[in-house]
């Protein structure tokens, strides 16, 4: 098993940027890691995922704005988000897979002002 510890949310106004980390209690090096978020009344939805081979993907909505990228000595994933908007805001989940087992942070709150 491996827990996954999000930090780095808050509040940011339009146009501003927050770097979201995502802390593994053990090495992940062979696990696809990745973001979601889900905002209310809305199913979660995938933000950015990259595997064990640093190969990345993004959703439609956050390319060019978000850039997801992994420290395997820190065990630590990231996600830099630039140029927020209001429709950014929703909780951010942390995502780790490995041998068909899924792994979630508690999620970290992040919300984007007009």
């Known amino acids: 098993q491996v827990q996954l510890v999000e930090s780095g949310g808050g509040l940011v106004q339009a146009g501003g940027s927050l770097r979201l980390s995502c802390a593994a209690s053990?090495?992940?090096?062979?696990?696809?890691t990745g973001w979601y978020r889900q905002a209310p009344g809305k199913e979660r939805e995938l933000v950015s995922a990259i595997t064990s081979s640093a190969s990345t993907n993004y959703a439609d909505s956050v390319k060019g704005r978000f850039t997801i990228s992994r420290d395997n000595v820190k065990n630590t994933v990231y996600l830099q988000m630039n140029s927020l908007k209001p429709e950014d805001t929703a909780v951010y989940y942390c995502?780790?897979?490995?041998?068909?087992?899924?792994?979630w942070g508690q999620g970290t709150q992040v919300t984007v002002s007009s």
């Open positions: 053990r090495s992940i090096v062979r696990y696809a």
């Open positions: 995502h780790a897979r490995w041998l068909g087992y899924d792994y």
